[in-house]
């Protein structure tokens, strides 16, 4: 359908709103470029509209103006943005792009282009697509940026998309791109993406707390207000240039406090922090100014010494800088406040971007640049499959981080939970092959390879020519330098013994008169019970090639003459269920078709969602799952919705915690409510009462959720219980 004169003024206005974001996109030839990337856009995507009905080149332009206005990027990006999706969507070619725009506009748009899902026989398509774009990463940072620009604008507009590629995006979403956004500092869109992506897989937990959020509002802004009065007014005696505000914590981390602590939306006490951004003139003055504005606040409210969060001194690894306090409040409650420059201030929003504007008159190198430069090695290392890349990339989004120190005294930063190995490994891979324990803070013990970090950890690593690596090191690192090189390592010694595997078989095969060929490798993959060739070669490595079992095994028939499931496996195949009908769930259907995930156990009632297996059963998971989050990163076009009414004859087993003050008594009222509720089948309970503390742990056979809350709600109107939730 063409474009209506309406929508061509639209178009129109908010493409030249791009030069309102972006000062360098003003400069004369800049300018030129972008009005011809628009119009070759315009062009390319004409007559198409997305499923919203929107003409298409609405997305590169919102897309180029998130690029400028929420992530500060500069001309280049702007010009890409415009033309991300007209090599993949359209005629036009990487070549045209390149003759007509540069190679360096060619190489990111390149990046930005999904391999076509023909020339694909790997895997995972989405994982080896996530990879492309990482690897362009070693090129150029931009890449990554306007991929997080556009995914950010097509999570805005998920809604018009159908049920299982809604789920499939967000869950996508929320696994890699908004940890990526945190990673690279973009605080605002990694809080927008998790919104966004939590809004589709919960829509009822999105809603309520969104409502309640709106409710609250004024009562909030008028204690921010209060709040931040005897503040004010000293300050400005010290004559600050300051701004104070209230910041609402995200919908999505409202409800993850909720989950994690098992409360209610009420009893989120810090709900909102007060942030106050100053100006500052002399740069070398701001930390110390920081301190200042402290030292006033700390003066009218008392701080929590224990809250003290110093991110200027050190700031966190993706370049945040802030200083955080909480302090008593005058109603008795705690309140976060965050100082900081307008400098700080910007970074923390727009992250990567800023980072590298301010970063220019400064020399060494960030923790920002180190990480870059991890996952560049990363990207390198050609051995690895785009499955394990992408665990490996996950790792190395984590938030939580130690800070030691090495032997020369120099800081390092490391994830959460890494141990000697992780050190050993990030200093040399040498070091770490031959290293067999540390000394920690000139202790006189030896602390083993897998002794976790702490903070302010003195590692001074203790080797030997005797020490032989083994594959169990895995398991004992969290780095991805680490797991990669030991996967590296493990594959050598694996390839070298499957080698030998492979010879000794030919080697019996050949006094018996046999060649090995596919039939006999199916009959000794059933008779030795293994399920790749790999695993053969390297069992008959393990044990010999006894020439009497294998002339057994050959002599045999074969017992299945369907598929095997290293065959299932490997083929690839596509689903047999067609992804794009609802798959019901209802009395008439097999009990084989599906089962219900143990990971997160749904009950009718729940938001749920079917993932094909590759025995092409649906196995039934919460749309929340993290495992299901996982395979669907992975495997999206294996995703199909579900209806799941309630079964008069079919109950589900759930479980709930019950925490509560002992008393006599208590256990017995609790299984009297049980019994008594003809819906529910109790399984099994267990009992925790310690110093007056009640924790039971019960699970039970339900219908569905109404059942469920129904047993909750009587279960909490026990005296002496004070919460009751479903785990
Ligand atoms: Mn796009």
């Known amino acids: 359908m063409k474009i209506t004169e309406e929508e061509k003024k639209q178009i129109e206005e908010r493409f030249e709103s791009i030069f309102d974001y972006c000062k360098g996109c003003k400069d004369k030839d800049n300018e030129e470029r972008i009005r011809k990337a628009f119009r070759l856009a315009y062009k ?23 690029a400028a206005k929420e992530i500060g990027l500069g001309a280049k990006s702007v010009i890409s943005a415009l033309l991300h999706d007209v090599v993949e969507d359209t005629d036009y070619t990487l070549e045209d792009i390149s003759n007509l725009f540069g190679e360096k506009i060619a190489n990111i748009i390149d990046g930005l282009t999904k391999i076509p899902e023909e020339v694909f026989d790997g895997q995972s398509m989405q994982a080896e697509n996530f990879r492309k774009t990482l690897l362009t990463l070693s090129d150029d940072v931009r890449v990554i940026l306007i991929k997080l620009a556009d995914r950010l604008h097509n999570m805005r507009t998920l809604e018009s998309m159908p049920a299982r590629k809604q789920y499939k995006i967000a869950s996508e979403t929320s696994y890699l791109y908004a940890p990526l956004a945190h990673r690279l500092g973009l605080y605002q869109i990694k809080t927008e993406l998790e919104d966004l992506s939590f809004k589709y897989t919960e829509p009822v937990a999105y809603k309520e707390i969104n409502e309640k959020l709106k409710i609250t509002e004024q009562e909030r802004s008028s204690f921010v207000e209060e709040f931040a009065k005897p503040i004010r007014e000293k300050l400005k005696t010290y004559d600050f240039d300051f701004e104070i505000t209230g910041r609402t914590k995200s919908v999505y981390s409202i409800w993850k406090k909720m989950q994690k602590q098992g409360i209610k939306f009420e009893e989120v006490y810090d709900i909102f922090a007060v942030r ?13 100014l920081c301190w200042n504005i402290y030292t006033v606040i700390a003066e009218i409210y008392s ?36 100082i900081r420059s307008n400098r700080m201030n910007e970074i923390a929003e727009k992250g990567y971007a800023a980072h590298w504007k301010y970063k220019s008159d400064k020399s060494g190198e960030s923790e920002l640049d180190i990480w870059i430069n991890k996952i560049q090695d990363l990207l390198k290392n050609q051995n690895t499959n785009a ?56 202790g006189v013990k030896i602390e083993p390879l897998n002794y976790k970090l702490k903070n302010g950890d003195k590692v001074e690593i203790l080797r030997s020519s005797q020490v032989q690596f083994k594959p169990e090191w895995e398991n004992f690192v969290v780095t991805s330098k680490a797991k990669s090189d030991i996967r590296k390592m493990r594959k050598k ?235």
């Open 44 to 66: 390319a995507h004409d007559g198409v509209r997305r499923r919203s009905g929107e003409p298409y080149i609405i997305h590169p332009v919102e897309v180029a103006i998130i």
């Open 303 to 338: 701080p929590i010494k224990s809250r003290l969060r110093d991110w200027i001194t050190t700031p966190k690894s993706n370049g945040y800088e802030s200083l955080h306090t909480t302090v008593m409040g005058n109603n008795g409650k705690h309140i976060e406040v965050q």
């Open 493 to 727: 010694s694996r390839q070298s013994s499957i080698h030998e595997g492979i010879r000794k078989l030919e080697e019996a095969l050949d006094s018996m008169g046999f060649v090995n060929n596919s039939s006999i490798t199916k009959k000794l993959l059933e008779a030795y019970e293994v399920q790749t060739k790999d695993d053969l070669y390297l069992k008959i490595f393990e044990q010999g090639a006894d020439v009497e079992f294998l002339r057994k095994s050959i002599d045999r028939k074969r017992k299945n003459k369907d598929v095997n499931y290293w065959e299932l496996q490997f083929s690839n195949k596509k689903p047999e269920i067609n992804v794009k009908e609802i798959f019901d769930i209802n009395e008439a259907l097999s009990e084989d078709s599906y089962k219900i995930a143990p990971c997160c156990n749904p009950i009718p009632g729940d938001a749920v969602l079917g993932l094909i297996e590759l025995d092409n059963r649906v196995s039934v998971h919460k749309t929340t799952c993290k495992e299901a989050e996982g395979f669907m990163s992975r495997y999206g076009d294996r995703i199909v919705s579900i209806k799941w009414k309630t079964q008069k004859k079919k109950s589900f087993l759930a479980s709930v915690e019950l925490h509560g003050r002992d008393r006599q008594g208590v256990l017995h009222d609790v299984t009297r409510v049980i019994y008594m509720d003809l819906n529910v089948n109790m399984r099994a309970m267990s009992i925790n009462a310690l110093d007056g503390v009640f924790i039971g742990h019960i699970d039970f056979y339900v219908h569905d959720t109404e059942d469920l809350n129904d047993l909750i709600s009587k279960l909490e109107q026990i005296k002496s219980i004070r919460q009751v939730r479903r785990v």
């Open 276 to 288: 106050i951004v100053f100006q500052v003139e002399i740069p070398e003055r701001e930390k110390m």
């Open 387 to 442: 499955l394990d890349f992408l665990d490996d990339i996950k790792a190395s989004l984590y938030v939580d981080e130690v800070y030691v120190f090495d032997s020369k005294g120099n800081t390092r930063t490391f994830p959460k939970g890494s141990t000697v190995l992780d050190f050993a490994y990030a200093i040399h891979t040498d070091l770490a092959e031959s290293a067999y324990g540390a000394k920690i803070n000139h």
